[in-house]
C-alpha cells in the first residue's frame, strides 16, 4: 500500500512541475518566490550571525523557517519583533 501512495505523490508532484514550466505566468510567480526566499534567509541570517541587536537570537526551527518562507521579510522582522518583545 505504501507503494502505491509513493507512486501516487511521485507522478502529482511530476504533473505539478511540469504544469508549472509550462504556464508563462508561473515563472514570475517563482521568481518573486526565490526572491522572497533569499532576501528572507539572508536577512535571517544576518539577525543571527552578526549580533546586530544585542540579545537577539532567532531560533531556526519549521515555524520561524516557515514563517520567514511566506511572509519574506517582514516575517523576519515580525519574528524579531516577537522574539525581543514578548519573549
Do not use: D
Amino acid at each position: 500500500m505504501k507503494a502505491v501512495w509513493l507512486t501516487v505523490l511521485i507522478a502529482s508532484s511530476l504533473t505539478l512541475i511540469i504544469v508549472l514550466l509550462r504556464s508563462r505566468l508561473s515563472w514570475n510567480w517563482l521568481r518573486s518566490f526565490v526572491l522572497h526566499l533569499i532576501a528572507a534567509a539572508g536577512l535571517l541570517y544576518l539577525v543571527n550571525e552578526t549580533g546586530i541587536v544585542e540579545g537577539l537570537h532567532i531560533p531556526l526551527n519549521p515555524f520561524t523557517i516557515s514563517a520567514a518562507v511566506v511572509l519574506g521579510v517582514p516575517g523576519v522582522l515580525m519574528l524579531a519583533g516577537i522574539q525581543l518583545f514578548i519573549v
